[in-house]
């Protein structure tokens, strides 16, 4: 089964609109020559995440390319006294097509637990949102041997009530944590038994489904140009989620390639 390649920047808390625009004019005249490339079934899909004040500038300079764009997070009320929050019709109405949800650091620094990460999912798919859900193990996890046991409970709490149909528009992003933003990447083998095992995982939660064949899986953690077509080549790598390299156009650039 082949799935559609995605890669994904994260830009976190970086860029403004005038740096956010300039960057992505910088990947449109890279990919000038293949803007038709978004709608065919060749090249990978391509999405960037930029702050949510930024979201309505990125949206219209990518707007004709292959660019997509994505926000960082969503709540999950409609409205209301939820004091620094975004909800999704502010985010489709942004533009927006893609979300982040449950990344590590929201996990580590802002409190977020597998409920909340469930509800920010149902929200996006609720809003029409395709939502990439970030799940992985800490430095500390991963040396007690409990990878497994950590990504499975993230992976069913965070998909928990969503049904099959709905998982065409719920990409996952394992990141390790220790990987994240620390130049440390997580070997082939490694990344790639983790997430031969998220497929696994996939296929017992939705028995009787395609979901675990159609379900695009990305790893995510220091990826650049130098580690990509190792961990692009892995049977169950579907792609990358990118933080630091998304950030420079000539490295996004040339993990795009890479994933065609
Ligand atoms: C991330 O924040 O999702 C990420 C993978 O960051 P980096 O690529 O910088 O490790």
């Known amino acids: 089964m082949s799935r559609c390649k995605v890669i994904a920047g994260n830009w976190k808390m970086n860029l403004d609109a005038a740096q956010g625009v300039e960057l992505v004019e910088k ?13 065919c079934d060749r090249g990978p ?44 019709a502010m985010l489709t109405t942004a533009g927006a097509t893609h979300v982040i949800v449950g990344h590590s650091e929201r996990r580590q620094y802002f409190g977020e637990t597998d409920e909340t990460v469930n509800k920010r999912l149902q929200a996006g ?3 029409g949102l395709t939502v990439i859900v970030c799940v992985g193990e800490q430095l500390l996890e991963r040396v007690d041997g409990t990878t497994k046991a950590v990504v499975e409970r993230q ?17 996952i992003a394992y990141e390790p944590v220790w990987a994240i933003g620390t130049g440390k990447v997580a070997t082939t083998v490694e990344a790639q038994e983790v997430h031969a095992f998220i497929r696994a995982l996939l296929k017992q939660i939705f028995v009787g489904s395609n979901v675990a064949e159609t379900t695009r899986i990305l790893y995510g953690g220091s990826m650049n140009p130098d580690n990509a077509a190792g961990l692009l080549a892995q049977k169950d790598i579907d792609g990358g989620l990118i933080g630091g390299a998304s950030l420079k156009a000539d490295q996004f650039a040339a993990l795009i390639r890479a994933a065609h």
Request: charged residues 15%; proline residues 4%; positive net charge.
């Open 155 to 171: 992976v069913r709490a965070a998909l928990a009530g969503v049904d099959a149909a709905a998982m065409s528009k719920v990409i």
């Open 27 to 39: 990947l449109k005249s890279e990919f000038s020559g293949c803007a038709s490339c978004c709608s």
């Open 45 to 88: 899909e391509v999405v960037v995440c930029p702050p949510f004040t930024t979201l309505p500038a990125v949206v219209a300079a990518a707007k004709g390319s292959r660019l997509k764009v994505g926000a960082q997070n969503i709540h999950w009320a409609e409205k209301g006294a939820f004091t620094g929050e975004i909800s999704g």
């Open 125 to 127: 798919l609720a809003n």
